[in-house]
């Protein structure tokens, strides 16, 4: 059998030729899909490369071991979001037992065919309610409260929803506010990676970058702009998103991004300590938090930018 550096750099060379007729097909099951190579390009880049895989691979010591049965709950509100816990449980010689979402099907299946491809004896199975030894879920807070109760007595890692923020100090470059446009508007504004509050010194001025969307994200842009005009709140329109400036809180708006002005460094690194478990990502130009990304980067997680900061391979290693 292939060992996972192999077969992973092979699924890298495969996916930067994936055929145009997969991701038509991805698009046409899921509209809001409208990024796909960019998702492709961002697994290839920090996941499969050889040495990057070397290299987090060398950081676990993984026994020998009759492989457990791991169902893998896949989100689907962005492409491939699922991949990530898919390779994990490939590489700690576990079986993927996948439960796919209705969103992501198309994709996720065309790289699994890839997988199953490059090692027929690779351990991936489809989830069908079967019994399993540990599951990984991932979903909105209500369906981690269902998966809570459906797993309960088994090994269990279960996600819910989860922001991200970036932080300005005034000394950022033209650059770092248009990678900053990327970290909140790739996929949409969908993923738990996208930012969606701002905290900026108060005399800043910036301005945002608004790409061409989906259709579904400029209804909701049309909502946001109607409902905040006749709440009689101010907003400012950045032409395809608004900006709303007062309290660091989460719009209910994809298409709404808050921003929060602060006088001194301490006001939001008390926030962010308080408001941890609610945080995927920070963006800053500095690292003051433990998930600090720099600007840019928000949507190209790493391998060991696991997911809630809960080491995966860990989990998987010791179930």
Same mark, same amino acid.
């Not at 109760?149 to 248009?178: C, Y």
């Not at 708006?253 to 945080?279: A, G």
């Given at each position: 059998?292939?060992?996972?550096?192999?077969?992973?750099?092979?699924?890298?060379?495969?996916?930067?030729?994936?055929?145009?007729?997969?991701?038509?097909?991805?698009?046409?099951?899921?509209?809001?899909?409208?990024?796909?190579?960019?998702?492709?390009?961002?697994?290839?880049?920090?996941?499969?490369?050889?040495?990057?895989?070397?290299?987090?691979?060398?950081?676990?010591?993984?026994?020998?071991?009759?492989?457990?049965?791991?169902? %893998?709950?896949?989100?689907?509100?962005?492409?491939?979001?699922?991949?990530?816990?898919?390779?994990?449980?490939?590489?700690?010689? *576990?079986?993927?037992?996948?439960?796919?979402?209705?969103?992501?099907? =198309?994709?996720?299946?065309?790289? =699994?065919?890839? /997988?199953?491809?490059?090692?027929?004896? /690779?351990?991936?199975?489809?989830?069908?309610?079967?019994?399993?030894?540990?599951?990984?879920?991932?979903?909105?807070?209500?369906?981690?409260?269902?998966?809570?109760?459906?797993?309960?007595?088994?090994?269990?890692?279960?996600?819910?929803?989860?922001?991200?923020?970036?932080?300005?100090?005034?000394?950022?470059?033209?650059?770092? %506010?248009?990678?900053?446009?990327?970290?909140?508007?790739?996929?949409?504004?969908?993923?738990?990676?996208?930012?969606?509050?701002?905290?900026?010194?108060?005399?800043?001025?910036?301005?945002?970058? =608004?790409?061409?969307?989906?259709?579904?994200?400029?209804?909701?842009?049309?909502?946001?702009?109607?409902?905040?005009?006749?709440?009689?709140? *101010?907003?400012?329109?950045?032409?395809?998103?608004?900006?709303?400036?007062?309290?660091?809180?989460?719009?209910?708006?994809?298409?709404?991004?808050?921003?929060?002005?602060?006088?001194?460094?301490?006001?939001?690194?008390?926030?962010?300590?308080?408001?941890?478990?609610?945080?995927?990502?920070?963006?800053?130009?500095?690292? %003051?938090?433990?998930?600090?990304?720099?600007?840019?980067?928000?949507?190209?997680? *790493?391998?060991?930018?696991?997911?809630?900061?809960?080491?995966?391979?860990?989990?998987? %290693?010791?179930?």
């Amino acid at each position: 059998m292939k060992g996972v550096i192999e077969i992973f750099t092979e699924l890298s060379a495969r996916l930067q030729s994936i055929p145009q007729s997969v991701i038509d097909r991805a698009q046409q099951q899921n509209s809001w899909f409208c990024q796909i190579r960019t998702a492709i390009d961002a697994i290839c880049e920090q996941m499969l490369d050889a040495d990057k895989l070397r290299e987090w691979l060398s950081g676990y010591s993984i026994p020998a071991h009759t492989p457990k049965k791991v169902a %893998i709950i896949m989100a689907g509100n962005i492409p491939a979001v699922g991949f990530a816990d898919l390779l994990y449980v490939i590489a700690s010689g *576990n079986t993927a037992v996948i439960k796919y979402s209705s969103k992501d099907r =198309v994709l996720m299946e065309y790289i =699994v065919g890839q /997988l199953t491809d490059i090692e027929p004896e /690779l351990n991936i199975e489809q989830y069908n309610g079967q019994r399993v030894d540990a599951v990984i879920a991932t979903g909105s807070d209500s369906a981690a409260l269902h998966f809570r109760a459906m797993f309960g007595d088994i090994p269990a890692l279960i996600r819910g929803s989860r922001h991200s923020v970036a932080v300005l100090t005034g000394n950022e470059s033209e650059t770092d %506010i248009d990678n900053l446009s990327k970290d909140i508007f790739t996929y949409s504004g969908l993923g738990c990676r996208n930012v969606s509050l701002i905290f900026a010194p108060e005399a800043l001025s910036f301005s945002l970058t =608004v790409p061409q969307m989906p259709e579904g994200y400029n209804n909701n842009y049309r909502h946001a702009s109607a409902l905040l005009t006749l709440q009689g709140k *101010n907003f400012t329109d950045c032409g395809g998103a608004i900006t709303v400036e007062g309290e660091a809180n989460f719009s209910p708006f994809i298409s709404c991004i808050n921003i929060c002005r602060y006088n001194d460094i301490s006001e939001f690194k008390d926030w962010l300590k308080q408001n941890d478990s609610r945080l995927q990502c920070v963006v800053s130009a500095e690292k %003051i938090h433990s998930r600090s990304v720099p600007f840019g980067m928000a949507q190209y997680p *790493n391998l060991n930018d696991y997911a809630d900061e809960v080491d995966v391979m860990n989990f998987l %290693i010791n179930i």
